[in-house]
Every structure is written in C-alpha cells, then in structure tokens.
Nanobody, 127 residues
Framework: QVQLVESGGGLVQAGESLRLSCAAS????????MGWFRQPPGKEREFVTA????????SYADSVKGRFTISRDNAKNTVYLQMNSLKPEDTAVYYC????????????????????WGQGTQVTVSS
C-alpha cells in the first residue's frame, strides 16, 4: 500500500496559480488511480479531479473545469494538480487519494472509492 504526502499549498491572491504535488512511496504507484479532493472551511469533503493509472483518462468537477489540470509522472511516483485562475471559493484543505485497480482507464470520483489518503495541504485564496 502506498503512502501519500502532499505539498505545494499556500496563500495566494485571486487569479494566481499554484501547483500541488502528491508524492507516493512504494514501487507500485502505476497500479493506483489517483484523485484530488478538497474540504472547504465548514463544509464536507468534495471531489476535485481524478486520473487513471495510465494517465490517459481524467475527470474534473464542474467548478474547476478549465482552470485545474491533473497529471501524473509514474516514473517519479507523483501526481500533480495545477491550479490556475484561483478564486476565493477554492480555499480548502486539498487531499490526495489513491485506489488500487487493475483497470488502466478507470476513474473514481467518490471519496469512499479511495482507500489511501494524504494528510492534506492548505490552499488559501484571498480576494
């Protein structure tokens, strides 16, 4: 089972960009579909984006489409979340998640489908 460590969060102004990274331990990273979720202050955790094992398939929440991009580098055991045109409503703790799967193109968008989570990284966007 992999362990996940997020990094790259911080405080930015509206309209700026951030790139989050999620580094996974272990040698089986390519067997995991990956996802990013976030939890805004006082709200429940919500889906942001996900990427398949192969990296070919992706899915995005409507609220981030066109602004956020998920990618992965299986050689580096890392998944990235590029966040552009940030808005104050993007303020949240961002979590990386992994789910082991045999299917190259499978995408999971529900939190209960993931069994491994990182500790989270805070993203704060000021207006």
């Amino acid at each position: 089972q992999v362990q996940l460590v997020e990094s790259g969060g911080g405080l930015v102004q509206a309209g700026e960009s951030l790139r989050l990274s999620c580094a996974a331990s272990g040698r089986t990273f390519s067997m995991y579909g990956m996802g990013w979720f976030r939890q805004p202050p006082g709200k429940e955790r919500e889906f942001v984006t996900a990427i398949s094992r192969s990296g070919v398939s992706t899915s995005y929440a409507d609220s981030v489409k066109g602004r956020f991009t998920i990618s992965r580098d299986n050689a580096k055991n890392t998944v990235y979340l590029q966040m552009n045109s940030l808005k104050p409503e993007d303020t949240a703790v961002y979590y990386c998640a992994a789910r082991w799967t045999l299917r190259f193109g499978e995408i999971a968008t529900r939190s209960y489908e993931y069994n491994t989570w990182g500790q989270g990284t805070q993203v704060t966007v000021s207006s």
